[in-house]
């Protein structure tokens, strides 16, 4: 079994992680992969033993009392067969006669992934090898190391801030922020039903809008909410799942103490109420004036919601009911980023086709599908998914 797993490390907290520390702190999270890696160097063990090897207090190999050592012994042919594979796939064929200082600082991160490759190892820790590259290259050397992930069957762990990397590589993501797990899942997962409130902010380009909502009648015989948004205007969130109250309720209390349960384990001696504060992810909301988000915002109630809202959900139609404006508008060929102004408020939407907008015109906005995203505003916590659906006449 194997498998490629995308450590995705919060940019802003990446240099204190990064190395040996991550290493340890990213092995010791996925209980999972280095449950493959053990069971696997135990048989290995198991089959040295019986061919009468052992390992000294160096992890040397020892055989009849002696260290064992071997030469792989490999031609030249063999040698050069595989120098050439590795610098076909990192695409530096044309460069084997330069020295390492004629090299541009590209070329040289391709000869140490080449060199990384060269072995045929059966795990690979990669710290972001493309960092250096041209996003063409970039682009050509993902496809590439997928291929070659699938082709040697070896376990990728893959370290990199670059959430693109992680969710076009990878088979599972470990989303990490102040070394903290926040998620261990699969790309879609990840960023179709994050946990949190980070996790959703983090993974989406261009990014997710976040939308603050008051529960007017929470929780209807139906399982909908009847929410209060935009300053007023009225909605009704349904789940496409049956949510029970009461267990949300009890999640809400559960994890209103978990941050003050894992400080006690530390050795802490911080308050619940600090503890939250400090762990608390402060998302934003996109306005035409922006305020400063980094100012404490009062305690949310027990009826505060957030909506997240991926762009792809917002459709502009003339049919729709709520009434916006284009604030700016950025084709890029086969679709077109606008920001839609609600007011006060901006909205981030993504259009395919050729169609054009012009800054200031009026359009007529609505939610479509059911991917839109439930929070707790006092948890930050994922509630459910559902549709959104507004409640204009």
Same mark, same amino acid.
């Given at each position: 079994m194997y498998g490629q797993m995308g450590i995705l490390f919060n940019s802003t907290i990446w240099n204190a992680y990064k190395g040996t520390l991550a290493v340890a702190v990213c092995c010791s999270l996925i209980a999972g992969t280095i449950g493959l890696l053990v069971g696997y160097?135990?048989?290995?063990?198991?089959?040295s033993r019986a061919a009468g090897c052992e390992l000294n207090d160096r992890f040397e190999v020892v055989k009849q009392g002696q260290v064992v050592r071997t030469v792989?012994? +490999?031609?030249?042919?063999?040698?050069?067969?595989?120098v050439r594979r590795v610098s076909r796939i990192v695409k530096i064929s044309m460069f084997m006669d330069r020295y390492p200082s004629e090299l541009s600082g590209g070329q040289?991160?391709?000869? %140490?992934?080449?060199?990384?490759?060269?072995?045929e190892p059966t795990v690979l820790f990669m710290d972001e090898p493309l960092s250096n590259l041209d996003a063409k290259l970039r682009l050509e050397m993902r496809s590439e190391l997928q291929r070659l992930h699938i082709d040697t069957g070896s376990t990728f762990i893959y370290v990199t801030h670059d959430?693109?990397?992680?969710?076009?590589? %990878?088979?599972?993501?470990?989303l990490i922020d102040n070394g903290v797990l926040q998620q261990y899942d699969k790309p879609m997962d990840v960023y179709n039903k994050p946990n949190n409130l980070f996790t959703a902010d983090f993974v989406g380009n261009p990014a997710i809008n976040f939308v603050e909502a008051n529960g007017v009648q929470p929780f209807a015989s139906d399982g909908s909410i009847s929410l209060?948004?935009?300053?007023?205007?009225?909605?009704? +969130?349904?789940?496409?799942?049956?949510l029970d109250p009461a267990f949300w309720e009890r999640q809400q209390q559960g994890a209103a103490g978990d941050g003050s349960n894992a400080e006690a384990a530390r050795g802490g001696t911080k308050s619940e109420a600090e503890v939250q504060k400090d762990n608390e992810f402060k998302y934003?909301?996109?306005?035409?004036?922006?305020?400063?988000?980094?100012?404490?915002?009062?305690a949310a109630s027990g009826d505060g919601f957030v909506l997240g809202i991926r762009p792809e959900f917002i459709k502009i139609n003339n049919q729709c009911k709520l009434e916006g404006e284009i604030y700016s508008s950025m084709p890029t060929g086969m679709e077109i980023t606008v920001k839609i102004r609600i007011g006060q408020f901006?909205?981030? %939407?993504?259009?395919?086709?050729?169609?054009l907008y012009k800054i200031g015109q009026k359009v007529h906005i609505g939610f479509e599908g059911e991917g839109i995203i439930l929070f707790s505003r006092k948890t930050g916590k994922m509630i459910t998914q559902g549709s959104l659906e507004l409640l204009l006449s």
């Open positions: 160097s135990v048989s290995k063990h198991r089959r792989r012994k +490999f031609t030249t042919e063999e040698i050069d067969l595989a040289q991160q391709r000869v %140490a992934i080449a060199r990384t490759l060269a072995p959430q693109m990397e992680a969710m076009t590589l %990878a088979s599972k993501i470990c209060s948004i935009f300053d007023g205007v009225r909605a009704r +969130f349904t789940p496409h799942e049956q934003h909301i996109a306005r035409v004036d922006e305020i400063d988000d980094t100012q404490d915002a009062p901006l909205l981030t %939407a993504v259009v395919f086709g050729g169609v």
